[in-house]
């Protein structure tokens, strides 16, 4: 039995991870922060299934600013794969949070690669490392792997440096390590406070008369917006190969806050003019105003393509608000 560990494996895409590799058959090992509340919703389910949990899922205490537990859990587990899912992954908080955002997601991964170094893990196990599109920042779409890198936010910053440590590992110390360059992924595991969430929850809201408006930041804005499933399925292809690799891993269609309002406003029947205020204090400091991959090289290595769209996506997380708020009410 393979064992992966996942760190971030409570988040949107560590959730979906965790369900595709137990359905693979999988030993699922997942870092967990230690806090006050729990934050396991996105895998309660999987939780509170005794034939999964203890037996095919554990769950290990470890942050990415502790080398010492790093290295605890690593020699512990012995997980075959890794996946470093883990990171402060708003880029507008990015701007009032910038050092805890450097800490955790760039000397993060320097930790957890020194990590893999120092256990002995470098030729057995395999690393996958969630890099982003806001690396490319203000480099002018289509962007694939030879795009050059120009990051528009501490985010983004912290992010290209721990992908070029994956680089360096990988040419270092023959680590088979994989960075996954993924442009924007949603679906209704995604947090609240990221755009496309923000309107899926308003539109619902505002259809059930528990909301009367929704305020954002720059409508024109575009981004090439897939899956988090279909995304999980490209980082496990990824350590299925042969040796590690860079891959953007993209839809190469790019819509605008506009459409994602008509989409997710028109879903429930309402004109979003009526309901949308625009405030500037929701902008970036340095904006990034279009992103579109082009995932050519996942296609033709991985074999992998998208299979969710876009208007299904956005229709997907508009019906599960609904759903929600309604067993919310009807449970009152």
Same mark, same amino acid.
């Given at each position: 039995?393979?064992?992966? @560990?996942?760190?971030?494996?409570?988040?949107?895409?560590?959730?979906? #991870?965790?369900? $595709?590799? #137990?359905?693979?058959? *999988?030993?699922?090992?997942?870092?967990v922060?230690?806090?006050?509340?729990?934050?396991r919703?996105? &895998?309660?389910? $999987?939780?509170?299934d005794?034939d999964?949990?203890?037996?095919?899922?554990?769950?290990?205490?470890?942050? /990415?600013?502790?080398? +010492?537990?790093?290295?605890?859990?690593?020699?512990k587990v012995?997980?075959?794969?890794?996946?470093?899912?883990?990171?402060?992954?708003?880029?507008?908080?990015?701007?009032? @949070?910038?050092?805890?955002?450097?800490?955790?997601?760039?000397?993060?991964?320097?930790?957890?690669?020194?990590?893999?170094?120092?256990?002995?893990?470098?030729?057995?196990? %395999?690393?996958?490392?969630?890099?982003?599109?806001?690396m490319?920042?203000? +480099?002018?779409?289509?962007?694939?792997?030879?795009?050059?890198?120009?990051?528009?936010?501490?985010?983004?910053?912290? %992010? #290209? *440096?721990?992908?070029? /440590?994956?680089?360096?590992?990988?040419?270092?110390?023959?680590?088979?390590? +994989?960075?996954?360059?993924?442009?924007?992924?949603?679906?209704?595991?995604?947090?609240?406070?990221?755009?496309?969430? %923000?309107?899926?929850?308003?539109?619902?809201?505002?259809?059930?008369? $528990? =909301?009367?408006s929704l305020?954002?930041?720059? #409508?024109?804005?575009?981004?090439?917006?897939?899956?988090?499933?279909?995304?999980?399925?490209?980082m496990? $292809?990824?350590? =299925?190969?042969?040796?590690?690799?860079d *891959?953007? &891993?993209?839809?190469?269609?790019?819509?605008?806050?506009?459409?994602?309002?008509?989409?997710?406003?028109?879903?429930?029947?309402?004109?979003? %003019?009526? *309901?949308?205020?625009?405030?500037?204090?929701?902008?970036?400091?340095?904006?990034?105003?279009?992103?579109?991959?082009?995932?050519?090289?996942?296609e033709? @290595?991985?074999?992998?393509?998208?299979?969710?769209?876009?208007?299904?996506?956005?229709?997907?997380?508009?019906?599960?608000?609904?759903?929600?708020l309604?067993? =919310?009410?009807?449970?009152?």
């Amino acid at each position: 039995m393979k064992k992966a @560990l996942i760190t971030g494996i409570t988040g949107q895409d560590g959730s979906y #991870l965790t369900e $595709l590799l #137990l359905e693979k058959g *999988y030993e699922v090992h997942g870092i967990v922060r230690r806090s006050s509340s729990f934050n396991r919703e996105r &895998i309660e389910h $999987l939780i509170q299934d005794p034939d999964v949990y203890r037996k095919s899922l554990f769950l290990h205490y470890g942050d /990415m600013t502790d080398s +010492s537990a790093l290295n605890r859990i690593l020699e512990k587990v012995g997980p075959h794969e890794i996946y470093n899912l883990a990171a402060q992954s708003h880029v507008r908080i990015s701007f009032d @949070l910038p050092e805890y955002t450097a800490d955790v997601d760039a000397l993060g991964v320097a930790r957890l690669l020194d990590a893999m170094r120092e256990v002995g893990l470098t030729g057995e196990c %395999k690393f996958y490392q969630a890099s982003t599109s806001e690396m490319f920042g203000s +480099s002018p779409p289509p962007q694939n792997e030879d795009t050059p890198f120009h990051p528009r936010s501490p985010y983004a910053a912290a %992010k #290209l *440096y721990s992908h070029w /440590m994956v680089v360096n590992y990988r040419k270092g110390y023959g680590l088979h390590a +994989s960075s996954g360059i993924l442009f924007n992924h949603e679906s209704p595991r995604r947090g609240r406070n990221f755009v496309t969430r %923000k309107v899926a929850v308003a539109a619902a809201r505002i259809k059930m008369n $528990l =909301q009367k408006s929704l305020t954002l930041g720059n #409508l024109d804005a575009k981004r090439d917006w897939g899956h988090a499933r279909d995304f999980v399925r490209a980082m496990h $292809l990824m350590l =299925q190969q042969p040796e590690g690799n860079d *891959y953007v &891993i993209a839809t190469g269609k790019t819509h605008s806050i506009r459409d994602l309002l008509d989409r997710a406003f028109g879903r429930v029947k309402l004109d979003w %003019k009526e *309901y949308v205020a625009v405030d500037e204090r929701y902008f970036r400091p340095t904006e990034v105003d279009v992103l579109m991959g082009d995932a050519s090289k996942a296609e033709e @290595l991985l074999g992998w393509k998208p299979e969710i769209s876009f208007e299904d996506m956005i229709d997907e997380m508009v019906d599960y608000e609904l759903a929600h708020l309604d067993n =919310q009410l009807t449970a009152r």
